[in-house]
């Protein structure tokens, strides 16, 4: 089975600062890969998403991912926080050919003014 | 406007009280999933389905069933509900499964006393 590793449960990052979250998953083969945000009380809405296409994926609201092999990561950045980015993001995987999805436990990104 | 819509959005019940949380989707999506949500842990899959009439299990299937009798449905049954069952539940729906986008509903909190 898959798993997927977001280093920080909690990261505070000042409005315009850079936001780094972290994704890490375990695969032999290079799997789908996906980031979500939820805002409190709503479901997940899609941030972006990998499918072996460009290594340097461009997402919604200015934040983009670069999935690296070597490293099997899949980090999620933003080079200015806006205050409206406050939520808990997921990192999602699914490995092809396969019809599971596995999520990491999530990262709650506060952002100070 | 394209939608999951889960129903009901909140239920406290007692131990063992048969439920069912309806999942309804309008985009004439294949793939169908549910999934529980823990502080901690992210989102866990408990069933899937691939279309009408398949369906499988997921990571925590237990003491869960569901059904897909119609392409838009995808009902989640708790036959004997216990107190760990208690959690925060979604809906999701994408035209296939592997590398496509999941869309989700609002949740449904259950409570089980």
């Known amino acids: 089975a898959q798993s997927v590793t977001q280093l920080g449960s909690h990261v505070s990052v000042s409005e315009g600062a850079l936001v780094l979250l972290r994704c890490n998953y375990s695969s032999s083969v290079p799997p789908y890969l996906f980031w979500y945000v939820q805002y409190p009380n709503q479901g997940l809405q899609l941030l972006l998403k990998y499918t072996s296409a460009a290594t340097l994926v461009k997402g919604i609201n200015g934040f983009e991912a670069e999935f690296k092999k070597s490293e099997t990561s899949f980090h999620l950045t933003k080079p200015s926080a806006h205050m409206s980015d406050a939520a808990e993001y997921f990192c999602a995987v699914s490995d092809p050919g396969f019809n599971k999805f596995y999520f990491g436990s999530g990262t709650k990104l506060n952002v100070k003014p | 406007e394209a939608q999951v819509t889960q129903n009901p959005r909140y239920l406290i019940t007692v131990t063992g009280k048969k439920l069912t949380v309806t999942c309804s989707q309008n985009?004439?999506?294949?793939?169908m999933s549910w999934y529980r949500q823990d502080p901690g842990l992210g989102l866990r899959q408990i069933y899937y389905?691939?279309?009408?009439?398949?369906?499988d299990k997921g990571d925590v299937p237990e003491g869960y069933k569901v059904s897909r009798k119609e392409k838009r449905n995808f009902p989640l049954i708790l036959e004997s509900p216990s107190p760990n069952q208690t959690s925060l539940y979604f809906c999701a729906s994408s035209v296939g499964a592997g590398g496509q986008p999941q869309h989700f509903g609002d949740g449904t909190r259950l409570s089980i006393l």
């Open positions: 985009m004439n999506h294949e793939y």
């Open positions: 389905s691939m279309n009408v009439e398949v369906t």
